[in-house]
T-cell receptor
């Protein structure tokens, strides 16, 4: 079984500052993928970044970077230079390598509010 | 890119009626689609895995007779909420993956529809 834990129900950050959203996970699978999705108030799920469990380097996508610490089973999302449009719900998720379905298991989410 | 269209985006129905939600992959074929349910301010909970040409796989606790899933083609999956009740009111989101489910999960990232907000009066 896989479990994702996001301990921050809400976070505030000042515009142009960096913010870290925490995510820890638990799995018995030797290989897995970790994802971050953004969900604005409109509801759609927007893919942000992916990290494979065997990737040697931390993933980066523009202003998003993933601080992957495998031994600690953490996959924190770092957003640099926050913008007002970053205000949204953020979900950490994981998927096993095994099996053909590869469905995602989501954490409870963190509501990020960027302050002007 | 990979685009998933979900329709309708909002639906209001009377208790006891059935509602159908469509999920279409617009520019790719998807042998597998997923249906999630989300309560306000909560996480996405996987309801079922929709498989083209075969029966859906339901998660524990999800009533298969209540939530009928049909994956009739490689680009369309439908979720029908039968005999809807107010407790079925929720946000339903589908997702699909472009390409084969082999190799690393990130090789083919799941794309989500925009969701369907169901309100049962």
């Amino acid at each position: 079984a896989q479990k994702i834990t996001q301990t921050q129900p809400g976070m505030f950050v000042q515009e142009k500052e960096a913010v870290t959203l925490d995510c820890t996970y638990d799995t018995s699978d030797p290989s897995y993928g970790l994802f971050w999705y953004k969900q604005p108030s409109s509801g759609e799920m927007i893919f942000l970044i992916y990290q494979g469990s065997y990737d040697q380097q931390n993933a980066t996508e523009g202003r998003y970077s993933l601080n992957f610490q495998k031994a600690r089973k953490s996959a924190n999302l770092v957003i640099s230079a926050s913008q007002l449009g970053d205000s949204a719900m953020y979900f950490c998720a994981m998927s096993p390598f095994r099996g053909s379905a590869r469905q995602l298991t989501f954490g409870s989410g963190t509501q990020l509010t960027v302050l002007p | 890119g990979a685009v998933v269209s979900q329709h309708p985006s909002r639906v209001i129905c009377k208790s006891g009626t059935s509602v159908k939600i469509e999920c279409r992959s617009l520019d790719f074929q998807a042998t597998t689609m997923f249906w999630y349910r989300q309560f306000p301010k909560k996480s996405l909970m996987l309801m079922a895995t929709s498989n083209e040409g075969s029966k859906a796989t339901y998660e524990q606790g999800v009533e298969k007779d209540k939530f009928l899933i049909n994956h009739a083609s490689l680009t369309l999956s439908t979720l029908t909420v039968t005999s809807a009740h107010p407790e079925d009111s929720s946000f339903y989101i589908c997702s699909a993956r472009k390409g084969m489910s082999t190799g690393a999960p990130g090789a083919n990232v799941l794309t989500f529809g925009a969701g369907s907000r169901l309100t049962v009066l």
